[in-house]
C-alpha cells in the first residue's frame, strides 16, 4: 500500500485584493492624496483631498468596485 503524505500543505489561500480606496488628486496634483470614503448607509461615496481639501460626492447605489467608480465619476464631473 502507498503511503501518502499526511502533510499536505494547504493551498495557498487567494487574498482578498485590498481595493484602491487612495487616489492621485486631480485637483493639486498630489499622487494619492484623495481617499474614498463609502457611507453604505446612505449609499453615500466621498473621495476627498487630505492636501487641498477638494471633495466630491455622489450616490453610490450599488455600485461595483465603488472607489473606483467613485473616482472615475470625480474625474468625469472635472471635464
Ligand atoms: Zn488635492
Known amino acids: 500500500m502507498g503511503k501518502r503524505k499526511s502533510a499536505a500543505k494547504p493551498p495557498p489561500k487567494k487574498r482578498m485584493d485590498k481595493l484602491d480606496t487612495v487616489f492621485s488628486c486631480p ?12 457611507d453604505m448607509k446612505n449609499l453615500i461615496g466621498e473621495a ?8 466630491f460626492s455622489t450616490t453610490v447605489n450599488g455600485m461595483p468596485n465603488l472607489c473606483i467608480k467613485l473616482y472615475r465619476l470625480l ?3 472635472l471635464l
Open 27 to 38: 485637483f493639486c496634483n498630489h499622487g494619492s492624496s484623495v481617499e474614498c470614503r463609502i
Open 75 to 77: 474625474l468625469i464631473s
Open 48 to 55: 476627498s483631498c487630505r492636501i487641498c481639501q477638494e471633495n
